[in-house]
């Protein structure tokens, strides 16, 4: 059975979030705070997410490159965002 707790490498022992429900907490407890240098930036790593005019989507001259691109986000990406 697993433990309410887990140690990483040389990193201390941290409190489940299932454990830490139990409780009743005020604040975040610090071994789930990080500072703000060297924090993940998934920008830096991972392209951006696919964007799609829906409005492009009823004009005649763009609708059928927009509805391409569309038909190729959902199908690489299986998500895409949109404009207004």
Known sequence: MASATATVDNFPPVVSVQELIK??????????????????????????????DL???FSEETAELEL?????????????QSFK
């Open 68 to 80: 391409e691109k569309l038909h190729s986000t959902c199908k690489e990406w299986g998500l895409f």
């Open 55 to 57: 409005k492009l989507l």
């Open 23 to 52: 409780q009743p907490f005020v604040s975040v407890p610090q071994s789930y705070v990080q500072s703000d240098q060297g924090i993940f930036k998934p920008a830096d790593c991972f392209p951006s997410v696919p964007t799609i």
